[in-house]
């Protein structure tokens, strides 16, 4: 049985939930803080009458059942303490054959560890296939069989050897970010798919590079995440996220089959092994014809999924809604709230000692260039990546004196495979760093006609701190 050191408890561990009987399942136990009860304590307020030091009432599922049993709540369905007898039943079926079975299947089981809680970890699997034992059992042994290739590699604990590239450099193409808790603890995920540039996802990685690195976010990232969060919040219990799913800027030209496969790559693995670990998602900043394809799409599915997420067009709707589900401390400050910006947060992925990055793509006919900004404290690293087979010449030289050759010229092309999990090329322009203060232009040759394009080339740049 496993336990988590506590480093903000003197070194205390953490001990897997105690097992809940039938009676709990059914009516909540002692202690034990659901959605419901977690969202009726954040919404009430102190009267002027009461004495400051007089502390919250503390709610639970047992006080919340106790006398007259209030209207089901639909996304109560299926959690701990809010179990049918028929339900209970099942889960006991369950968990003695979760446990007779020991092994890989166990493991996928409990993803997260024991810690999360066999009562709030095996629910998630029962809700993902309805209370139907059979049906779970088929899911848990094809989680197994799909993390098996991964986890022989550990679930890839390095992101760049998974991605192939700095994962800032992805992150720059697809922007996506934990960003603090929700009031019910869950962690909030943002994650913006309007900007997402498949031509530089193209340049820099493959989709089983994305593939890979969605596991090492899932079983070394998102996993930490919870475990760190239950250390300073033992009761914390519903290891499930927030989404928000920004659509900003998204436009009918952006939803190529190529973005469709990536976001199908990164759904297909937690659809599969990591059940009902969508808290609730908020699509915000929909355009019109996504709100319109999006009410035709809510008539098809279950009712309960339907219910996890809203689309709010408004930016004064959502960024109220989002205040009442999170805190606006734990909120980032263009999501309407007082917390670390994304673009801060997203800056903070750059390797250490880097202190600016900028990632540009070139869209190369005859010539491009990318120009950066060098200061006196920093060296510049330059990286390129392409999938264009057409031969360039790469070159740097000074922005103010074109004179001034800091890297003279490099034939450069895309030496792989054309399939699309080929990887590819990519070149380190700087062999030695070139130190500021300096404006240095990247420069991209083409042979070729200028009315022929030379292809997409991805001009990843490091500004270092001098000597760092």
Known sequence: ?????NGSNNGTTLSPPA??????????????????????????????????????????MRKLGAGKKPPADPMDWGMPGHLTEEEVAIFMRFRDEVEKRGGEFRNTVYSFGDIEGEAFCLTRWLRARKFKYDDVIAMIEEATAVRADARKHDFYPDPVQALGC???????????LYHGHAKNGCPVFISKPGVLNTDGMECITTLDGILKFHWHVMMHDYKKRLLKHKEAHPDFNNFQCVCVIDLEHLSTSQLSQRALNIVKTQTAIDSICFPETMNRT?????????????????????????????????????EARM???VDEDQLPSDYGG??????????????????KQYH??????????????????????????????????????DENNKASVYVPEVPFMHTGGP???????????????????????IKIDSKVSRFTSAGCYMVACNVHSRGV
């Open 19 to 60: 097992k809940w009987t039938a009676e709990e399942l059914m009516h909540g136990k002692e202690g034990v803080v659901d959605d419901l009860a977690a969202s009726a304590a954040a919404s009430l307020t102190v009267s002027s009458t009461t004495s400051p030091s007089k502390k919250a009432p503390k709610f639970s």
């Open 282 to 318: 908020l699509v915000i900043n929909a355009p019109v014809f996504f709100s319109m394809t999006w009410k035709i799409i809510k008539g098809w599915i279950d009712p309960r999924t339907a219910g996890k997420i809203e689309l709010i067009s408004s930016r004064k709707s959502w």
């Open 338 to 355: 007082k917390g670390m910006a994304t673009t801060e947060t997203l800056a903070r992925e750059a390797p250490p000692g880097v202190i």
């Open 166 to 176: 700095e994962p800032s450099v992805f992150m720059a193409q697809y922007p996506q």
């Open 360 to 397: 540009e793509l070139v869209h190369l006919r005859s010539s491009g260039h990318v120009t950066v900004d060098v200061p006196a404290d920093g060296e510049l690293e330059v990286q390129v990546y392409t999938r264009s087979v057409t031969e360039v010449v790469l070159s740097i030289v």
């Open 419 to 441: 399939g699309e999990n080929d990887k590819p090329t990519s070149v380190l322009l700087t062999k030695e760093r070139i130190k500021g203060p300096v404006k240095a232009r």
């Open 323 to 325: 205040r009442e589900l």
């Open 1 to 5: 049985m496993s336990t988590i050191t």
